[in-house]
């Protein structure tokens, strides 16, 4: 069994830049082994990913280490936009 980390693209959200990634977990054994899909999930949450996948099949993460900066379309930050508007 080996678990790798996939980088997702890069955002901001109200100044604030992330990294996101996920968990793969491939050639997983079936359940019994002491890592059950439950446990991997509550560590999967525990770390900050996005989320895990698990797989008894080999998956090679072709890049590993995508652009630094994706176009994107920041979000403005919804607390400043309620005092801007009053509220």
């Known amino acids: 069994m080996r678990i790798q980390v996939l980088r997702l693209p890069l955002y901001e959200l109200g100044g604030v830049s992330e990294e996101p ?3 793969i977990v491939d050639q997983a054994p079936p359940e019994g082994d ?3 899909m439950p446990a991997l999930a509550v560590f999967a949450e525990q770390i900050g990913a996005r989320g895990v996948w698990v797989t008894p099949q080999t998956v090679e993460i072709v890049d590993q280490f995508p652009p630094e900066i994706v176009d994107h379309v920041p979000f ?4 400043t ?3 801007d508007d009053g509220g």
């Not at 403005?76 to 607390?79: G, K, L, S, T, Y």
């Open 76 to 79: 403005d930050d919804p607390v």
């Open 21 to 23: 990634f996920a968990l």
């Open 81 to 83: 936009e309620a005092i």
């Open 34 to 36: 002491g890592w059950s």
